[in-house]
């Protein structure tokens, strides 16, 4: 089992940046495929970003290509998720989730939130117009 635990959610302007932390703890952190995912009220939980377990392959969805990126420090037990020129429409709650299923790194399958069986809590990030 691994347990996650988000942070850096926060209230910011239109154009603005924030940097959003997940930090997980029991099973090898590297053993798992990461990502981000938003649920916006009254919307349906979408996918945001994947990234590989080395770390050496990622994905974003098109609505933030060029302005969110994935990363992870496998050292830390940390993937983070930098939210740049954020807009208003970025205004939801964040998830972080980790998958122990093994498909090819490039598989469309992690941009599903049911290959997903580990979630953290959630972070709000409200983006003011």
């Known amino acids: 089992q691994v347990q996650l635990v988000e942070s850096g959610g926060g209230l910011v302007q239109a154009g603005g940046s924030l940097r959003l932390s997940c930090v997980a703890s029991g099973r090898t952190f590297s053993s798992y495929t990461m990502g981000w995912f938003r649920q916006a009220p009254g919307k349906e939980r979408e996918f945001v970003a994947t990234?590989?377990?080395?770390?050496?392959?990622?994905s974003n969805a098109d609505s933030v290509k060029g302005r969110f990126t994935i990363s992870r420090d496998n050292a830390k037990n940390t993937v983070y998720l930098q939210m740049n020129s954020l807009k208003p429409e970025d205004t939801a709650v964040y998830y972080c989730?980790?998958?122990?299923?093994?498909?090819?790194?490039?598989?469309?399958?992690?941009?599903?939130?049911?290959?997903?069986?580990?979630w953290g809590q959630g972070t709000q990030v409200t983006v003011s117009s």
């Open positions: 989730a980790a998958s122990d299923r093994i498909y090819a790194s490039t598989s469309t399958r992690y941009t599903q939130y049911t290959t997903y069986g580990h």
């Open positions: 990234i590989s377990r080395s770390g050496g392959t990622t």
